[in-house]
């Protein structure tokens, strides 16, 4: 079992610690998971693709796996995602003569798959990604399109939240992105937010994906936002937090391990980072890292697939590098 201090302890006052866990790497990475995080999310084995192929057969075996591993160690689960552009089937989006079905069948179909796959987690877990990345990144729009949009314009985000409150009234929603500290980004997701709320959707927090690296966002960014969010009333997560230590538009692929100067600028960051959410742990009631440990990252395949990336606060070998001492000598 590792010695180092366990970091959901050392954080117990402020937030919940959390990893995401594939079928594999609750295996691999158990110790390390079971010292540190008490919080677990599904990276894929919950999305649309994993659990509903088709639409006569929901495939739950890898993720009542990793709900059976939280429940063993008295860890809290979250659910991600339920409406997303991204790994979602298109049998979902068409019918038999493969052309866009009515909102009206989209509707019924989602619906169906919220109140299945919520209704087989209930209880187990707390908090559910209702919805994911609907913002346009660029331009004056708010959408980004999709499928979703072509069919429902944009009334599916308020049904998708209503539909999850239906299946598990106790479940916390969120809606949750990336780029989240960008301003123009971050004043579309307040938009959103707003008008959900005004509207009296079903919504209780806003996920902070959190994928960052060690260029940007600045603290400045990221304290804004926090700031934008909370003045909604809301609880804040960071969902998938991790620290590439290359520039997004990097794509040089001739590393086999991270620069030292890499990992100390790391160790900075995350320092500063967590020292800004301890600030913030009011309204932030988790702290989830898109990962246990380097050996295992959604990084070493994007935005440049193969290419070696070091993100997280444990190596390869699940040992503590110099950012797990620096935000361990928080406490
Ligand atoms: O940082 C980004 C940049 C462009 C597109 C998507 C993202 C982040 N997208 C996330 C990353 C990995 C997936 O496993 C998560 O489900 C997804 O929410």
Same mark, same amino acid.
């Given at each position: 079992v590792p010695a180092e201090s366990a970091l959901k302890d050392i954080f117990a006052e402020d937030f919940h610690i959390g990893a995401a866990v594939s079928s594999k790497t609750i295996k691999s990475q158990e110790s390390l998971l079971t010292h540190h995080f008490n919080s677990i999310t599904a990276e894929n084995e919950m999305k649309f693709a994993s659990v %509903?192929?088709?639409?006569e057969l929901y495939t739950f075996e890898e993720a009542d796996q990793i709900v059976d591993f939280a429940r063993k160690h008295g860890m809290a689960v979250r659910g991600h995602?339920?409406? =997303?552009?991204?790994?979602?089937?298109?049998w979902l989006f068409r019918d038999k003569q493969n052309q866009l079905v009515s909102k009206a069948v989209l509707y019924e179909r989602i619906r169906s798959h919220i109140q299945t796959v919520v209704g087989r987690y209930k209880g187990d877990i707390y908090a559910w990604d209702v919805v994911n990345e609907v913002i346009a990144d660029d331009g004056e729009q708010l959408l980004r399109t999709s499928s979703w949009t072509e069919i429902a314009g944009d009334e599916f985000i308020a049904k998708a939240f209503e539909y999850a409150h239906a299946a598990d009234p106790n479940a916390l929603l969120f809606y949750n992105d990336y780029n989240e500290s960008h301003p123009s980004k971050r004043d579309k997701i307040y938009t959103l937010v707003k008008s959900l709320l005004d509207r009296g959707v079903p919504i209780h927090g806003i996920g902070l994906q959190a994928h960052w690296n060690l260029f940007n966002p600045s603290l400045d960014d990221i304290r804004a936002a926090i700031e934008k969010y909370a003045s909604l009333g809301l609880q804040l997560q960071l969902t998938e937090l991790d620290v590439s230590v290359f520039r997004f538009e990097d794509k040089r692929a001739d590393l086999t391990e991270p620069e030292p100067g890499m990992l100390e600028q790391q160790a900075e960051f995350y320092e500063a980072v967590f020292k800004l959410l301890k600030e913030y742990s009011d309204v932030i009631s988790a702290v989830t890292f =898109?990962? *246990? *440990?380097?050996? %295992?990252? =959604?990084l070493s395949d994007f935005p440049v697939r193969g290419r070696k990336n070091w993100p997280l606060l444990f190596d390869e070998r699940h040992r503590p590098k110099p950012a797990y001492y620096r935000v361990a000598a928080l406490a």
């Open positions: %509903h192929p088709e639409e995602t339920l409406v =997303w552009h991204n790994q979602t089937t298109d =898109w990962g *246990a *440990a380097d050996d %295992h990252t =959604w």
